[in-house]
């Protein structure tokens, strides 16, 4: 068969034909989530909570460091009254004047706990005890503690120890990390 004839029944394209090197390649699946919780609000405490859990739940491994206003979610006394920020969230629906009425801050925190509840969505401290029962790692950030003169003693008994940011990534190393 000559190249003529070759040409004749090859269907004409202008789009060249990809090396077999070009082919998509199948993403390696993550092995380990490293998540960095920085805000202890209750509706900035479930995300990070959350994505743990269900890494958890798929056989990924999971670590969480809280740092700053995050350690709010670790510490023993500020877990359980964790509240919606009404003033300047971006997302409530509200105008931040009304937000920063009085009792605006405990009407919108009763009504996130009660949605919350409705469709069995367990507290943060439960969720904390779930995390810590499916092999999770918690740690708080050793600088933040210093600056808001925190011990271990004042976190709940689930965090694994308080490290500092460079030991973060050692504990992280070829993890996808997430910034909450």
Given at each position: ?180
């Amino acid at each position: 068969m000559t190249v003529a004839e070759i040409t004749e029944l090859t269907p004409t394209s202008t789009a060249p034909l990809a090396p077999p090197e070009a082919e998509a390649k199948v993403p390696e699946p993550i092995r380990h989530l490293a998540i960095i919780c920085s805000k202890g609000s209750l509706d900035m405490a479930y995300p990070g909570l959350i994505l743990a859990n269900a890494a958890r739940m798929s056989g990924i491994d999971a670590t969480l460091f809280f740092t700053f206003w995050g350690l709010d979610v670790l510490n023993a006394k500020k877990v359980d009254h964790l509240h919606v920020a009404t003033v300047g969230n971006p997302s409530l629906p509200i105008p931040t004047l009304v937000g920063g009425l009085p009792g605006m801050e405990t009407l919108a925190t009763s009504m996130m706990k009660k949605q919350m509840e409705e469709i069995d969505i367990p507290s943060v401290r439960e969720m904390i005890e779930i995390l810590h029962a499916s092999g999770a790692k918690l740690y708080a950030c050793r600088m933040a503690m210093d600056m808001f003169k925190l011990t271990k003693e004042d976190l709940l008994p689930e965090v694994e120890e308080v490290i500092s940011a460079m030991d973060f990534f050692d504990k992280a190393a070829g993890a996808q990390i997430l910034f909450i």
